[in-house]
């Protein structure tokens, strides 16, 4: 009778994704659902009978949640060069020697039922992930902006508003300058700053829209994945952890 050899008997257990990563992970879901939920109750806001001054507290309530969103984004850019080998960049972004031919190798074995095992990213998930990151980054840049002409709010407000007012650094007339209101403005400058706002408020709406498609696609992945794999890979970004019958591709033990 032949036997099964004892590598794909024995389910090995591998440390994957580092602390920092996992907490990155679970901090960008909380604060992009929330964003998504307010932003879709500012985008409905008439609909919905929400008044103007119940706009401006959802908006500063958008802005505050961006701002955590923003933070949590630059220290993973950042762990993204000290982390661990499955944080950093190597093994974030697609590329490299003999990527494409393990591309092809992953979407083949994956169609046919027969998916190649990875630790970290796989080949056709590092493209997801690379334009997940473009897309979060373009968010993070244009919601800023938005922050700063809608509310006058950090780290453009303060220029913004000395724009619409058109009184450079006379403190008591900024005062005056509130959001959501033209009072005490520059009618031109307000105009001009209109004008200039409306490319970053479009772009953050139609990237908002993407995020949504392709966020809904990689859980769908994720999900697919792990019924095919059965590795662990919900649960590995929880404690960190995969589980493989056979060596995956990227285990450098083997190497």
Known sequence: MEQTP???EILKEYPVWDRTTRLFHWVNVI????????????????????????????KSVHVYIGYVFCANLLWRFIWAFTGNRF????AILPGGRGYGRALAS????????HPLRYLGHNPLARVMVTVL?????TQAVTGLVLAGTDLFYPPFGHEIKEWVAGTGEDHEKLRLVKPGSKENVDEQAYEEMRAFRKGFAETHEVVFFLLLFLIALHIAGVVVTELKEGSGLVSS???????????????????
Do not use: C, H
């Open 237 to 255: 970004m929880i404690t960190g952890r995969k589980f493989f019958r056979e060596r995956p591709e990227d285990d450098e033990d083997v190497r």
């Open 133 to 137: 990151l473009v897309l979060l980054l």
């Open 106 to 113: 992953y979407v083949s074995g994956f169609l046919s039922g």
């Open 87 to 90: 944080a950093r960049w190597r």
């Open 31 to 58: 604060s992009v659902v929330g964003l998504i939920g307010i932003g879709l109750v500012i985008m409905n806001a008439a609909a919905l009978g929400v008044t103007a001054d119940g706009k401006l507290l959802l």
């Open 6 to 8: 004892l590598s794909q």
